[in-house]
Structures are given as structure tokens and as C-alpha cells.
């Protein structure tokens, strides 16, 4: 960022009186990390609020602090009826004066890492920069922009949604010139109620496209297809499975090398050769598309997804002695669920396959069901062992019908090991997943340490 004071006030509706022409570059909401000459925020959380924070905030050199409520402070105070819009409204001024070419990307499963290999294909194309890990709502997705310098070709960031009304708030502030959707599934349905609602909200980032921009889509999700055609922007369609779209991926073999993927690009055959850990055909025709649509060759995004490394905590794979350890850790609904155990599954390769899993949080009254399906899709895995911690332990058991291997639910990591711990020589695949709340990563680490 690079404003000043005046343009700060007039972006967010606020008025000061003194310091007009002073250039602001940063911005700051945590008043222990304020710099010399940052902008502090008040924003008001759920557990803490800003204002209490101010005078820290100058204390520790911020030079104008953002407040919705009167501060007797000795630097500029900007008057704002709510400091989180205010953020927003800033941030989108901001995106104006930029000559960037702004991506927006959301999906139910798989955004992070969309977002991640979208970044590193386009910094071979030209400059690019990305919200940090998935700073992705109201204030993250802000905050994030206005960590930009301005001057870049183009910028991709991720949009989360979990409530109805977010997606257009998060839009109006973005006001992409491309979208991509990579596909809905049964996530936040607390707040978006079902997955025609998570379809309904998702569809919205397209409403704030800009006239000549588009929005790659996927085509494997009838009920997101289905409302993106209601929406008056240019539609490129992908698909991961091979189905009728402009980008869909026919074919994945896997080689020495990596995975090689035959890319049907609006009629033309294209292969790309990618790292093994591109190992998701979704993520690789919806970056695919975006890119080319974006003017991007064909071996640009080869290249771009050559040098891609996974995100931490998102399917991360490591050798533990005789093992490969996967941390999947970071969050889980329905779609990542199945995902993940399915390639966790083509890696084991006939080996002992251990699923370590979480339950999946924010699923309202579809709960017991989703739970139900998880038992009833590790049952038609070669899985030996299923451990579970969280609640539903009874639902995913009630759907293990079938299951030949060893299920138990688990409240510590040292139970996991007290079964296990005999079979370390042996080889194998374990897959670590669940909720964010869950902290599935604590059960990683500890393995990972004794196991070695």
C-alpha cells in the first residue's frame, strides 16, 4: 500500500485534521505488531476489541489509529461507524489504484492450494502475489490486499465463506477480473443450510466480476453450474474427471518422473508434467484454465506447477522411517475427506494403509449423515486400522459395514501408539485429517516423533 493520510480518510468516509499528505504503507490490527508509522485499526472481535489496544498501538508508533468510538489520543483519530468495513472499503480503493489483474478463488475444498499453485504459475508469467495461507475473510482478505505493493501483474486471492451475505462482502471488496469456483460440497452448512445454499452463496463472487472479466467453473457440480449460469459474466468451464468442458483432464498416469496429465484445453491436447505431489486432476484443470484463459502457454503452467510445494498442513507428505506420514491436518469437510483418503489409498499401493481421522465440524443437522458416509467410505477402502477422535465416533462406526480392518475411537495420541507402535517396521501409508478444532496436527506431531 501506498497512500496517504487523506486518501486513508477519504477512501473509508472519514475526515482528519492534521497529517493530510503523510504516506501510509502499512496498515495494522494487532497492536503488539504495530511499526513506525503503521495505521491501527480497532477492529472488534469476537473475544477482544481494538479499542482497548489504542494507546499501545501509539505507544508503539502508529501514527493514525481507525476508531469507531471517541479516543483521546495524541495522533490523528479517523471516526468510522465500523472499523471492519472501514478496512474493506479501504482495502477496495486500494485494488483501484492497482494495475493488477485480480483473481478471486473459492471452492468448498481445495482453495489454499488453488490459490498457491494459481500464485506460482503466474510469478513465471509475470509478477504475482497471494493472501498468506488463507487469510481469506473479512478482515484477512483486506489486510492481505493491502500488503500489496500495487505494482504487480496480477493478484490471487481466496475468498471463505461460512454465513450467508459473506460472499458479497468479500466480493464487493475484491472486485475481481476473474473467478474461479472449483466445486461446492457439504461445508458451513450451519450458517449456508445445504448444499444448494452452498451453492447459491458461492455463485455470488461472480455477481462481482468486472463487466469484461469471466469466471472459470467447475462442471463436475450440476448445482454450481447450475447457478453460475444465472449469473451475466463470460463462463469457462473445467473439468477434473474428463467431462464435456472447455479444460478437462482426460488422463493421469503416473511416471518416474511425477504424474503426467493429459489436458484437453478447449480442443487441443495438452500434457502436462507435474511433481507428485500435484496429485489432485480438480486443482490441476482449474489452475490450467484460469492460467491459459489469462494468456498464459501451456508450458508456462507446466513449469509454474513444477515448482509448487504443498502448503503445510495440507496433504504433506513425509517419511518416517518405513512410513509415509501424510499431515492433512489443517481442516476437513466431506469433499477434502473423501479426497484425501482416495489418494491416501493410491499411495499405500497395496501397503498398510492407517487412517487417523477427525470429526468434520459446522455440518448442522447433516452431521450424523456425513459421518455416517465417512464410516461407509473408509469400509471400501483396503484401510487396516481407522482411529477417530471427536464426536460421531458412533455414526462412522455405524456405517463400517463391511470393514475388515481395526476401527477404535481415540482421545490421545499415546492411545494411537499403544496400537500401532508393533508396526513400525512393517511400511505403509498413515493419513492424518479432521476440523480445524479437532488439532489432528498435535496427534502428527507426536507420532511423527516416536515413530522415527
Known amino acids: ?85 472501514a478496512l ?78 459473506d460472499m458479497d462482502e468479500l466480493g464487493y471488496i475484491l472486485a475481481p477480473d476473474a473467478a474461479v469456483l472449483i466445486n461446492i460440497g457439504a461445508c458451513h452448512l450451519e450458517g449456508l443450510g445445504s448444499l444448494e445454499g452452498v451453492a447459491a452463496q458461492k455463485s455470488v463472487l461472480l455477481d462481482h466480476v468486472r463487466g469484461d472479466g469471466f469466471a472459470c467453473v467447475s462442471a463436475d457440480y450440476p448445482l454450481l453450474a447450475q447457478e453460475c449460469a444465472k449469473r451475466p459474466v463470460r463462463l469457462v468451464t473445467f473439468s477434473g474427471c474428463g467431462a464435456a468442458a472447455d479444460y478437462t483432464c482426460t488422463g493421469q498416469e503416473n511416471t518416474q518422473e511425477g504424474i503426467c496429465y493429459t489436458l484437453r484445453a478447449r480442443g487441443k491436447d495438452v500434457r502436462l508434467l507435474v511433481p507428485a505431489t500435484v496429485h489432485v486432476s480438480e486443482n490441476v484443470a482449474a489452475v490450467a484454465a484460469m492460467a491459459m484463459e489469462l494468456g498464459v502457454p501451456a508450458r508456462t503452467v507446466e513449469a509454474g506447477l513444477a515448482a509448487f510445494s504443498p502448503v ?78 471427536g464426536r460421531h465416533g458412533a455414526e462412522v462406526q455405524s456405517g463400517l459395514a463391511g470393514f475388515k480392518g481395526v476401527f477404535q475411537t481415540i482421545g490421545t495420541a499415546e492411545e494411537l501408539l499403544q496400537v500401532l507402535g508393533d508396526l513400525r517396521g512393517e511400511g505403509g501409508v498413515m493419513l492424518f485429517k479432521g476440523s480445524r478444532g479437532c488439532r489432528m496436527e498435535q496427534y502428527y506431531s507426536y507420532m511423527e516423533r516416536a515413530w522415527a
Open 312 to 389: 503445510a498442513q495440507r496433504f504433506v507428505q513425509n517419511r518416517v522411517g518405513a512410513w509415509l506420514f501424510i499431515d492433512d491436518t489443517y481442516n476437513a469437510n466431506p469433499v477434502s475427506m473423501a479426497r484425501s483418503i482416495r489418494e491416501a489409498e493410491r499411495l499405500a499401493l497395496g501397503r498398510r494403509l492407517v487412517l487417523v481421522l477427525g470429526e468434520m465440524r459446522e455440518l448442522g443437522e447433516d452431521s450424523g449423515r456425513a459421518h455416517r458416509e465417512l464410516g461407509e467410505l473408509v469400509a471400501g477402502t483396503a484401510a487396516t486400522h481407522c482411529f477417530f477422535h
Open 1 to 85: 500500500m501506498n497512500m496517504t493520510l487523506q486518501d486513508i480518510a477519504a477512501a473509508m468516509g472519514a475526515s482528519i485534521d492534521q497529517d493530510h499528505e503523510r504516506v501510509i504503507s502499512r496498515v495494522s490490527i494487532d497492536s503488539r505488531a504495530v511499526q513506525q508509522g503503521d495505521v491501527f485499526f480497532c477492529i472488534v472481535g469476537q473475544k477482544l476489541d481494538g479499542h482497548e489496544f489504542a494507546r499501545q498501538a501509539v505507544d508503539n508508533g502508529a501514527c493514525a489509529v481507525v476508531s469507531s468510538a471517541p479516543l483521546d489520543l495524541p495522533v490523528p483519530v479517523l471516526m468510522v461507524r465500523d472499523t471492519t468495513l
Open 88 to 165: 474493506g472499503r479501504l482495502a477496495r480503493n486500494w485494488r483501484e489504484r492497482s494495475k493488477a489483474r485480480v483473481i478471486g478463488v473459492s471452492g468448498s475444498a481445495g482453495k489454499t492450494t488453488v490459490k498457491e499453485m494459481l500464485a506460482q504459475v503466474l510469478s513465471a508469467h509475470g509478477t504475482a502475489a497471494k493472501n498468506f495461507r488463507n487469510l481469506n475473510n473479512q478482515i484477512g482478505l483486506p489486510m492481505s490486499m493491502l500488503e500489496m505493493s500495487g505494482t504487480e501483474d496480477f493478484w490471487v486471492l481466496e475468498l471463505g465463506i461460512s454465513r450467508p451475505g
